[in-house]
């Protein structure tokens, strides 16, 4: 009777367990579609193109900024601090990195937009942090991304009052695609030797 109870509790408790770290695991992926969709947390919208209903005679201030995680050893700027666009224009930014090491270096940046609650409002329609960044060594790249502000911003109860946006980026180091790391291997004289 007692070790009947006492398996019921541990599977209790491994049913818990389980469900908890499944929910958990499933937290992440949720809360970045949630983010997406309402744009909360200054996550952006993503466009195919740049049509807009309409392009008001309304402007808005877009700052740009750039920051990059502690090791990263790039160096990364916008190239324009600020901008001002009607809304419902298309704009084009573009941000500078530069890898100043001897070896190749992969990154991905991050992004989100302030106030954070305008992010379903600020549409991009290409960006360089949709892919991942490779810069050989010594090499500068300037990065474009293509972006509108909706113009159904103005019809929302915290979005008609805003006009500045700020755009930032985190660049992050990534791992080497294998082509590209089997590239940045040094050679091994043993090895050359073999082979000749």
């Given at each position: 009777?007692?070790?009947?109870?006492?398996?019921?509790?541990?599977?209790?408790?491994?049913?818990?367990?389980?469900?908890?770290?499944?929910?958990?695991?499933?937290?992440?992926?949720?809360?970045?579609?949630?983010?997406?969709?309402?744009?909360?947390?200054?996550?952006?919208?993503?466009?195919?193109?740049?049509?807009?209903?309409?392009?008001?005679?309304?402007?808005m201030?877009?700052?740009?900024?750039?920051?990059?995680?502690?090791?990263?050893?790039?160096?990364?700027?916008?190239?324009?601090?600020?901008?001002?666009?009607?809304?419902?224009?298309?704009?084009?930014?573009?941000?500078?990195?530069?890898?100043?090491?001897?070896?190749?270096?992969?990154?991905?940046?991050?992004?989100?937009?302030?106030?954070?609650?305008i992010?379903?409002?600020?549409?991009?329609?290409?960006?360089?942090?949709?892919?991942?960044?490779?810069?050989?060594?010594?090499?500068?790249?300037?990065?474009?991304?293509?972006?509108?502000?909706?113009?159904?911003?103005?019809n929302?109860?915290?979005g008609?009052?805003?006009?500045?946006?700020?755009?930032?980026?985190?660049?992050?180091?990534?791992?080497?695609?294998?082509?590209?790391?089997?590239?940045?291997?040094?050679?091994?004289?043993?090895?050359?030797?073999?082979?000749?």
């Open positions: 009777m007692k070790t009947s109870s006492n398996k019921r509790v541990v599977v209790s408790l491994v049913a818990i367990v389980t469900f908890m770290g499944a929910m958990g695991f499933a937290a992440v992926p949720f809360y970045n579609w949630f983010c997406a969709v309402t744009g909360y947390g200054g996550t952006t919208a993503v466009a195919t193109s740049g049509e807009t209903a309409e392009i008001l005679d309304q402007t201030i877009i700052r740009f900024d750039a920051s990059k995680e502690r090791d990263m050893p790039w160096t990364f700027k916008p190239v324009q601090r600020q901008m001002k666009i009607r809304i419902g224009e298309v704009g084009l930014a573009f941000y500078e990195a530069h890898n100043p090491t001897d070896r190749v270096i992969a990154g991905t940046a991050s992004y989100n937009v302030a106030p954070f609650t992010g379903e409002f600020f549409t991009k329609i290409d960006c360089f942090c949709f892919t991942e960044q490779i810069l050989q060594p010594g090499q500068t790249v300037q990065m474009p991304v293509t972006f509108y502000v909706d113009p159904e911003i103005v929302d109860r915290d008609k009052l805003v006009n500045s946006i700020t755009l930032s980026y985190t660049f992050y180091e990534t791992d080497l695609p294998s082509d590209q790391a089997m590239l940045d291997q040094p050679v091994d004289d043993a090895t050359t030797s073999a082979v000749n």
